[in-house]
């Protein structure tokens, strides 16, 4: 089940957040880019769920995963080249997708994905956005097989201290 966060639930979504770090740390290759104690955070949950756009995913009272879901567009989106044109207000973006390793393989974030795109619909957009780190060779193999058309990359400063190539990509709600 996919719901709207809980406060009772922050401290596994930041739970989650350092496995995946963990677990990059313990392979020596980053695909997130991440960086402890920065990004993503405690405080970066906390701030989704006071502005109602953090959902987690739980299955038998365990948190398997979360992800933040708005309309908040990073400055840097105005240098990709979008093929579905739409009002800001029409957009939803998903950021900060994240399933714990422990449950990885399974198509949690398939399943993740689908929801977004749901939730999207559900609040009446036409697009779906979202940006990945460059390596993150995982992410980026799956949004293409869920449809979504790789839009550009870009040079981001993302939380003004992460300088970065993302990868943009969408698609049609």
């Given at each position: ?114 929801f977004c795109e749901e939730e999207g619909r559900r609040q009446r957009k036409t697009v779906m ?45």
């Amino acid at each position: 089940m996919i719901r709207p966060a809980r406060p009772d639930d922050l401290p596994a979504v930041a739970r989650i957040y350092e496995e995946i770090l963990d677990q990059e740390d313990s392979r020596g290759l980053s695909y997130t880019n991440w960086q402890r104690e920065k990004y993503p955070t405690l405080n970066t949950a906390r701030n989704a769920l006071e502005s109602g756009t953090l959902f987690v995913m739980e299955e038998q009272d365990q948190l398997l995963g979360a992800v933040i879901l708005n309309s908040t567009q990073l400055p840097e989106y105005d240098l990709i080249p979008w093929q579905f044109e739409a009002a800001p207000d029409q957009v939803m973006v998903i950021h900060t997708l994240v399933i714990s390793p422990r449950f990885s393989g399974l198509g949690k974030a398939r399943e993740m994905v689908a929801f977004c795109e749901e939730e999207g619909r559900r609040q009446r957009k036409t697009v779906m956005r979202l940006d990945t780190y460059e390596g993150n060779v995982p992410a980026n193999a799956m949004y293409p097989k869920l449809g979504y058309r790789f839009a550009g990359h870009a040079r981001f400063l993302f939380q003004g201290f992460l300088d970065e190539v993302l990868n943009c990509y969408e698609k049609s709600l």
